[in-house]
């Protein structure tokens, strides 16, 4: 029997040029996303540790971040304030929210979620204050952060 060869098959090569751009663009999609975060929080503010805490299903629509430190400085928009300062800023940024709801029929300050991140040294009072100030200007929505633990957080006293 004899075989015979047929065509020579040539090697065929894939185009990896457009996998090379859409890795590209995740990694600057990532970097701007990272820099995003950052700002949202400050590294002062040691966050308490929970089994319960755990991380939201879906991203809030409107988040609006209040931090306090362990001194209990008040931290809004990257600015140091005092409470009445932060009661200023946040009917500001109410007013804000509810004439920029005006233009497309949706309640945009029924929507927003004010993200308070306090320091696990932090008075309970005193995030009751930004609580209070924070409905004073309007929002109904408050979410607390907290680190995830996996073991119990109980100080034995």
């Known amino acids: 029997?004899?075989?015979?060869?047929?065509?020579?098959?040539?090697?065929?090569?894939?185009?990896?040029?457009?996998m090379i751009d859409m890795t590209f663009q995740l990694?600057?999609?990532?970097?701007?996303?990272?820099n995003f975060s950052d700002v949202e929080q400050d590294q002062r503010v040691n966050l308490p540790a929970s089994e319960l805490a755990k991380p939201p299903d879906t991203a809030y629509d409107e988040p609006i971040t209040v931090q306090m430190t362990a001194d209990e400085t008040i931290l809004f928009s990257g600015q140091e304030m005092t409470i009445d300062d932060l009661r200023a800023a946040i009917r500001q940024e109410g007013t804000f929210l509810r004439e920029y709801s005006s233009d497309d029929g949706e309640n945009k300050l029924a929507q927003?979620?004010?993200?308070?991140?306090?320091?696990?040294?932090?008075?309970?009072?005193?995030?009751?204050?930004?609580?209070?100030?924070?409905?004073?200007?309007?929002?109904?929505?408050f979410a607390l952060r907290g680190k995830t633990s996996d073991?119990?957080?109980?100080r034995p006293d």
Not at 115 to 138: F, M, N, P, Y
Request: hydrophobic share 45%; charged share 30%.
């Open 112 to 141: 927003a979620t004010v993200v308070i991140r306090a320091d696990l040294e932090s008075r309970t009072g005193r995030v009751q204050e930004i609580i209070k100030a924070c409905q004073d200007a309007g929002f109904e929505k």
């Open 151 to 154: 073991k119990s957080t109980l």
């Open 27 to 34: 990694i600057a999609f990532f970097m701007v996303l990272i």
């Open 1 to 18: 029997m004899r075989l015979t060869k047929g065509r020579k098959q040539e090697i065929v090569e894939g185009d990896m040029t457009p």
